[in-house]
């Protein structure tokens, strides 16, 4: 028998294997992150349109990545984690050239915004479909007992690579103008698909292929609780800056910043805790801790005690994600692992698409310090429901 590695070793490997398949969502991510701070100060300020179409702008490319879900997840499940991230990248660069054509085309600034709302949709279903291919393929690569670890280096990859993307945007934007937004997407897309061309695929799975909506319905429960706990973050990053300006204190995006460290830092350190000690406990323990945080927040005397509330809510909330993700994927078939993942995915989309008007409804009618009391609120109901759904595996 051939002797095994080192722990230490072993563990480094299977890093360094998840890495080389997260390259491609860190890709991907930048070429979300470079438009996202300047696109809607160019539809307002360069093509005259209102803040609410250049909010509808941005809006497109979510909801598209929300509508292509379920196909992502059985393109993966049939043809495999590779072609669905190559598709994803060619997605990236038609959106480049479109993002490219628009700004030709400013001078009717109809056209323009159509073609630039076509090239969000194209980023949107790219999203889609390299965030669960990257995943899928990670599992497929290192194992399932390291979905955790592949869920939450996704995760890492994804975060890090809008906050460098987004910055870097602007910078671009600044000095080479807005044309160059576009040829950066194309030549980024392009670099990842000549370095995927060799890197060996993974067989797909042969199996039965459960039915999207049969996979939703397995999924829900643990879906549901992320939603739940994500609300917290939508609300966090949408109305943080509102937030600071209504308790007159300035500051707010050192706020985001300690949310995103610690967000980031707790997925380094304790993403192993999920292999440990079970994804129920762990996400039980985080849900707690970011409640502690909303709640911080809600009751905030000073910026001081809002940027601890916002570290305790990034810390809670890093492996919420990664940890209810390895219990879900439990509940389906390997041969459906792509659909589970696209399913669940579906449901932080949803959590970002009704915290801002649900948070902002209640902005309006109670206050701002209200809407963190009310995520704290849902973020509990998660923990009840991961309570409940880890008592009922324990049966």
């Given amino acids: 028998m051939p002797a095994q590695q080192p722990p230490c070793e072993s563990s480094l490997s299977v890093t360094l294997q998840i890495l080389s398949i997260v390259f491609y969502t860190f890709i991907a991510f930048i070429c979300i992150g470079l438009p996202i701070a300047v696109l809607p100060g160019y539809v307002h300020d360069q093509l005259g349109f209102s803040a609410v179409i250049a909010g509808l702008t941005i ?27 190559v598709y994803g990248l060619i997605g990236i660069a038609i959106s480049g050239v479109l993002t490219s054509l628009a700004v030709a085309v400013q001078d009717w600034p109809l056209l323009s915004l159509c073609i630039l709302i076509a090239g969000r949709i194209f980023l949107g279903i790219a999203q889609g479909l390299i965030g669960v291919g990257t995943i899928s393929w990670g599992i497929a690569q290192v194992g399932s007992q390291h979905t955790a670890r592949a869920i939450g280096w996704n995760g890492i990859a994804s975060y890090g690579a809008i906050a460098i993307g987004a910055p870097l945007g602007v910078v671009m934007i600044d000095q080479l103008g807005f044309f160059s937004l576009g040829v950066t997407l194309l030549l980024l897309a392009l670099f990842a698909l000549l370095l995927i061309r060799k890197k060996p695929s ?50 707010a995006a050192y706020c985001l910043s300690v949310f995103g460290v610690c967000f980031i830092l707790a997925r380094l350190i304790f993403t192993n805790s999920i292999s440990r000690f079970g994804g129920y406990s762990v996400a039980i323990v985080c849900m707690t801790i970011e409640t502690v945080g909303l709640t911080l927040l809600w009751l905030a005397p000073s910026v001081t005690y809002a940027l601890v509330g916002a570290g305790l ?17 439990k509940q389906v078939p390997v041969s459906s692992r792509g659909a589970g993942l696209s399913a669940y995915a579906v449901f932080f989309d949803l959590a970002l698409a009704i915290a801002g008007p649900i948070m902002g409804a209640i902005a309006l009618n109670m206050g701002y310090p209200w809407i963190f009391f009310s995520a704290a609120v849902m973020c509990c109901l998660g923990l009840l429901l991961s309570v409940t759904l880890a008592r009922r595996a324990s049966r």
Avoid: C, H, M, N
Avoid at 61 to 66: E, G
Avoid at 202 to 218: A, C, D, H, Q, T
Avoid at 220 to 243: E, M, V
């Fill in 59 to 85: 809006a497109s490319q979510y909801l598209a990545t929300l509508l292509s879900r379920p196909s992502a997840g059985r393109l993966v499940d049939s043809l495999g984690t590779k072609p669905a991230i």
């Fill in 202 to 251: 993974i067989p797909v799975i042969s199996g039965v292929r459960l039915p999207f909506w049969s996979v939703f319905g397995l999924i829900a429960p643990f879906g549901i609780s992320l939603t739940l706990a994500s609300i917290g973050y939508g609300t966090l990053t949408t109305f943080i800056t509102l937030f600071y300006i209504d308790r007159g204190w300035v500051g």
């Fill in 313 to 329: 809510t990034g810390f809670g909330l890093s492996l919420v994600y990664p940890a209810l993700g390895v219990e879900a994927v």
